[in-house]
């Protein structure tokens, strides 16, 4: 037992100062240096109050106790006699590593759509998704501003990635760590793109801030964590989102003709 305290209290340890530095960051950057100079990155030109972003902060760190004794439970106790997390990193070749990461990033995001379409069900709503919700104008520290049952859902999503994946411990982390990344890229209220990343293939496939923004500010549609793929197989994308995204681009880098924009994409 007191070996599962003390890993708990390590990995909580860890993710809360991981959280802190890698929200914490562009929160400084955009919401507290350089607002002004940024301000063209707004996608929301309203502010959220010190208020909500104490708020956040609070909710993420119980969501952040939550997933750390999730991770605990499924490496630290007979649990793990259940999953295919192996010790030694020869165990499969190196480059596996990078291969379980993407493929766990794929299943979390298939995961993470229908749980969170289910999360918008009325009677599921108010009872815990509305606290992530109260958050219309996100910032980075609403990442992990979850109701504890929805922490305990959101963490779950470890369970099968280890279950169907053999996962070296290194592997989970640079998991948790890219998804936290892509998370507070999501809420960061600010879109960041390069301007040629509307004609790529890329913009067809991932989520962006304003994909995510969106969510937010209109409740439905956009369910997707980190690619666009279920939301437009199942039809539940904003149908304003690639307008609002051009709408960002226009205040980014100046008016694109349709023209342009055409001749932008029939040459990507």
Do not use: C
């Given at each position: 037992?007191?070996?599962?305290?003390?890993?708990?209290?390590?990995?909580?340890?860890?993710?809360?100062?991981?959280?802190?530095?890698?929200?914490?960051?562009?929160?400084?950057?955009?919401?507290?240096?350089?607002?002004?100079?940024?301000?063209?990155?707004?996608?929301?030109?309203?502010?959220?109050?010190?208020?909500?972003?104490?708020?956040?902060?609070?909710?993420?760190?119980?969501?952040?106790?939550?997933f750390s004794i999730?991770?605990?439970?499924?490496?630290?106790?007979?649990?793990?006699?259940?999953?295919?997390?192996?010790?030694?990193?020869?165990?499969?070749?190196?480059?596996?590593?990078?291969?379980?990461?993407?493929?766990?990033?794929?299943?979390?995001?298939?995961?993470?759509?229908?749980?969170?379409?289910l999360l918008h069900?009325?009677?599921?709503?108010?009872?815990?998704?509305?606290?992530?919700?109260?958050?219309?104008?996100?910032?980075?520290?609403?990442?992990?501003?979850?109701?504890?049952?929805?922490?305990?859902?959101?963490?779950?999503?470890?369970?099968?990635?280890?279950?169907?994946?053999?996962?070296?411990?290194?592997?989970?982390?640079?998991?948790?760590?890219?998804?936290?990344?892509?998370?507070?890229?999501?809420?960061?209220?600010?879109?960041?793109?390069?301007?040629?990343?509307?004609?790529?293939?890329?913009?067809?496939?991932?989520?962006?801030?304003?994909?995510?923004?969106?969510?937010?500010?209109?409740?439905?549609?956009?369910?997707?964590?980190?690619?666009?793929?279920?939301?437009?197989?199942?039809?539940?994308?904003?149908?304003?989102?690639?307008?609002?995204y051009d709408r960002?681009?226009?205040?980014?880098?100046?008016?694109?003709?349709?023209?342009?924009?055409?001749?932008?994409?029939?040459?990507?």
């Open positions: 037992m007191e070996k599962i305290i003390e890993a708990t209290i390590n990995i909580f340890s860890f993710s809360a100062i991981r959280y802190f530095i890698l929200a914490g960051i562009p929160f400084a950057l955009f919401y507290l240096l350089m607002p002004a100079k940024l301000g063209k990155f707004k996608i929301q030109q309203k502010i959220a109050t010190k208020k909500d972003f104490v708020r956040e902060v609070w909710h993420s760190m119980q969501s952040t106790l939550i999730i991770a605990v439970g499924l490496a630290f106790t007979p649990l793990r006699q259940y999953t295919r997390i192996y010790a030694h990193i020869n165990d499969f070749p190196i480059w596996y590593i990078g291969v379980a990461l993407v493929l766990s990033l794929i299943i979390h995001d298939t995961y993470f759509y229908w749980m969170h379409r069900h009325k009677k599921l709503f108010k009872l815990t998704h509305l606290v992530h919700h109260k958050s219309t104008n996100p910032s980075p520290w609403t990442s992990y501003s979850f109701h504890i049952l929805e922490a305990i859902t959101e963490g779950l999503v470890l369970v099968p990635i280890v279950i169907l994946l053999p996962m070296h411990p290194l592997t989970i982390l640079l998991f948790t760590i890219t998804g936290f990344i892509i998370n507070v890229y999501g809420h960061l209220g600010y879109e960041i793109m390069p301007k040629g990343f509307r004609h790529t293939w890329a913009f067809e496939i991932l989520n962006t801030s304003v994909h995510h923004n969106l969510h937010h500010s209109k409740f439905k549609g956009n369910y997707g964590l980190y690619f666009r793929i279920w939301d437009r197989v199942m039809g539940t994308e904003h149908p304003d989102y690639v307008k609002e960002l681009q226009d205040q980014r880098f100046g008016h694109i003709s349709s023209e342009e924009k055409d001749h932008k994409s029939q040459a990507a």
